[in-house]
């Protein structure tokens, strides 16, 4: 449990300035360290230390019964550093590491039956600031209630990215352990580490760099109110979405159009400080047209009818390009991994390998031949949800019934995989069956994930009467998506395993929660003064008057899981998730807590 040693300091001024203009702001500043305990400690714990302001402010005036303006301005400055105790510590000369660009303890994992990771920590640098504008109008003309506006967002970045300086990262799983001529050898991981045997490894140091990006959107919507007893809304939003670009220039990518002129073949790297394709940013610009309908209806008394469709845009923020793209060109990488799985790629107790250090003179499309880079597609679409619900909902004596249909899609969602993986036909071809055989995994963030929900929800409230009152709610539901993200850097999902179908990965998502059930009751006992029984006051009323009982009861069926092989992935694909197949229903007649579902199925 972390443990934060904030302070915060707030100002707010709020004025009447005529009768038809008030204006309102506030400033918030906050300031203080923040621990990251670990047992392990000094491994794997730190500490960090923000700075923040915050500023808001609006402006509402009435020009005229009929019209309405709001004025809106948004400022944001934010600083976070994150440190280690291993920093400066002289851990890898310790530990017998040379050649390694950072001061820090490694990265050390180990996978297999006994898994386990250590290493020093987070290094960071986190800046952001933000700067928004807006404004919106509220016109009412007859029946019609329109609501226009638009604002500008502007954003600033800076970051080494998260974690992304290290002395090193070594993964042990059990390759160089296991049998070669038994195809179902697992070996174990804590084996090859005791050998001293990694089979991948990597290392970076990520320089601080400044990124910046845009926004601008518009929107005009119509209440019109066709009938008493019916209102139809029409509404349309505009977005137009700048790409992210780096001060300086810091920025690279791969692009498979360009000649690779070690090799002769296409695939190769641009950088913006030295680019041939005359490229300064990620990506280009991206126009996002979301249009929404409504309508509220009441057929007769004591109901209402709701319905809605809308298209909603996500502009894509810093953390979708922060690890890979800025950076890309200026930072010291080196990788190795084992592509035929039995060659070990260095013993620990020798010297590792080179890193790159770039020179921004010296930038060429063949700097980083045999290292992991990164692409960002130059065309990528914005993300988009589709919405749409249909709700019905009815009042009698003191009861409010209610059932609804809700359908969510997303598209354009984004998802990381490795363009560079062995095709599935060329599976054991090794590194040279690779579509780029130049680069080790060339990590693509694109947008290519989709989600779809359902959801069927019916609602009873009784409404407070008699000492009574009771919520009740049940949703019958099914989600898939291609892949279920924590929202962390960036939203990106990176389990699957074949990188040329993310399709076979859309199957129920990890947040399908089939059945879901809620109640809460409330019941005051009839007990005491002004109740039913025992009015008299006095001892009795204090004794047990004023009582009430409630109770909250929730009930859900289970999420689904994916099982993945806890080994080295064996298959030939050298990047990926590996899955076992599946020969058998996986349910148990009775299943315990020790064991829920029949591992033999897999």
């Known amino acids: ?8 300091q707030t100002a707010r001024l709020d004025a009447n300035l005529t009768s038809k203009n008030r204006f309102s702001a506030s400033v918030t500043y906050l300031t203080g360290p923040s621990i990251l305990p670990d047992p392990r400690c000094p491994m794997n714990c730190g500490t960090t230390f923000a700075h923040e302001m915050h500023f808001q402010g609006s ?75 807006s404004a919106a109008f509220t016109w009412q003309k007859g029946k019609h209630q329109i609501k226009f506006g638009g604002e500008f967002d502007k954003y600033h970045d800076s970051a080494n990215g998260w974690g992304a300086t290290t002395s090193g990262n070594f993964d042990f799983n059990g390759i160089f352990s296991r049998n070669p001529s038994d195809p179902t050898s697992s070996g174990l991981g804590y084996a090859d580490f005791l050998l001293g045997l990694p089979d991948t490894w990597s290392a970076t140091e990520q320089p601080l760099v400044t990124a910046h990006a845009w926004n601008v959107q518009a929107f005009v919507q119509d209440a019109y109110k066709v009938k008493p007893k019916l209102t139809l809304q029409f509404g349309l939003r505009f977005t137009r979405q700048s790409p992210w670009s780096a001060d300086g220039n810091e920025i690279g990518s791969f692009d498979p159009t360009i000649t690779n002129p070690a090799t002769g073949t296409l695939g190769a790297m641009w950088f913006a400080q030295n680019s041939q394709t005359g490229r300064t940013a990620l990506t280009d610009t991206e126009n996002g047209w979301a249009p929404r309908v409504g309508f509220a209806w009441s057929p007769g008394q004591d109901w209402a009818v709701r319905g809605a469709y809308g298209v909603f845009d996500t502009p894509r923020g810093f953390d979708n390009y922060a690890s890979g793209g800025t950076g890309q060109g200026s930072a010291s990488t080196g990788f190795e991994t084992s592509t035929d799985q039995i060659t070990p790629i260095f ?17 060429t499309p063949d700097l980083l031949n045999g290292q992991q880079v990164w692409y960002f597609p130059e065309h990528t679409p914005l993300m988009y949800m589709q919405e749409a619900h249909l709700d019905v909902q009815h009042q009698f004596k003191g009861i409010v019934a209610d059932i609804g249909y809700v359908w969510t899609k997303g598209t354009h969602l ?44 019916v609602s009873i409230r009784k409404d407070f009467a008699s000492g009574f009152t009771l919520t009740s709610n049940y949703t019958y539901s099914k989600s898939l998506d291609t892949g279920t993200s924590s929202g962390w850097s960036g939203g990106y999902i990176n389990n699957w395993q074949n990188a040329f179908n993310i399709y076979q990965n859309y199957a129920a998502s990890d947040n399908d929660v089939r059945h879901f059930f ?37 009930a859900h069926s289970g999420r689904p899981f994916t099982p993945t092989l806890g080994t080295a992935n064996l298959s030939g694909s050298l990047s990926g998730n590996w899955y076992p197949n599946r020969v058998g229903s996986a349910r148990l007649a009775n299943p315990t807590i020790q064991e829920w579902f029949d591992p033999s199925a897999f």
């Open 1 to 8: 449990v972390s443990t934060a040693h904030l302070q915060t």
């Open 59 to 133: 402006d509402t005036w009435t020009f005229s019964p009929t019209l309405l303006g709001e004025f809106h301005l948004s400022d944001i400055d934010a600083y976070e550093g994150i440190t280690n105790p291993t920093v400066g510590a002289g851990f890898p000369g310790k530990l017998g590491l040379t050649n390694v660009p950072y001061d820090q303890f490694p990265v050390i994992s180990v996978g297999g039956v006994l898994s386990t990771e250590i290493d020093g920590g987070t290094t960071a640098l986190l800046g952001e600031a933000g700067f928004v504008p």
């Open 347 to 363: 013993q620990l107790s020798g010297a590792l390998p080179s890193v790159v250090k770039p020179n921004p003179t010296a930038l």
């Open 414 to 457: 984004a998802f990381l995989t490795d363009v560079n993986q062995v095709p599935e036909n060329l599976l054991g071809g090794g590194q040279t069956a690779r579509p780029y055989p130049q680069f080790g995994p060339i990590y693509s963030k694109g947008f290519t994930g989709l989600s779809n929900y359902n959801g069927l929800q």
């Open 518 to 554: 809620n109640t809460a009751v409330v019941y005051q006992l009839p007990f005491g003064k002004n109740k039913a029984l025992l009015t008299q006051g006095g001892i009795a009323n204090a004794v047990v008057g004023g009582w009430q009982i409630s109770s909250i009861v929730s």
